[in-house]
């Protein structure tokens, strides 16, 4: 079982800078990768960074040199610094873990309850 705790959203003016967090607790659960999504109404959830197993780190073409993800794996945590923030950028952002039940192994994917990211401008 694994559950999200996500933190970090809020207002913020264009150019601004933003920090998320999720933490990930739970045991019994295999990480293959942690990321970040984000949603606007009217719009599917969308990719804004990954982070696999392994290291390997994928962005959308979108956030490119303006966010950063990262994870702590001794505290269960992954962030995403944003940086240069735009009005396009204000969405719901969501964490997401995949990986593997241990016993089972199926295979799990967890979302957490979203923060809202809003950028004026």
């Known amino acids: 079982q694994v559950q999200l705790v996500e933190s970090g959203g809020g207002l913020v003016q264009a150019g601004g800078s933003l920090r998320l967090s999720c933490a990930a607790s739970?045991?019994?659960?295999?990480?293959?990768?942690m990321g970040w999504y984000r949603q606007t109404p009217g719009k599917q959830r969308e990719l804004v960074a990954t982070?696999?197993?392994?290291?390997?780190?994928n962005y959308a073409d979108s956030v490119k040199g303006r966010f950063t993800i990262s994870r702590d794996n001794t505290k269960n945590m992954v962030y995403l610094q944003m940086n240069s923030l735009k009005p396009e950028d204000t969405a719901v952002y969501y964490c997401?873990?995949?990986?593997?039940?241990?016993?089972?192994?199926?295979?799990?994917?967890?979302w957490g309850q979203g923060t809202l990211v809003t950028v004026s401008s």
């Open positions: 997401n873990v995949a990986g593997q039940d241990n016993w089972s192994r199926k295979d799990i994917e967890v």
């Open positions: 739970g045991s019994g659960f295999r990480t293959n990768a």
């Open positions: 982070i696999i197993r392994g290291g390997s780190i």
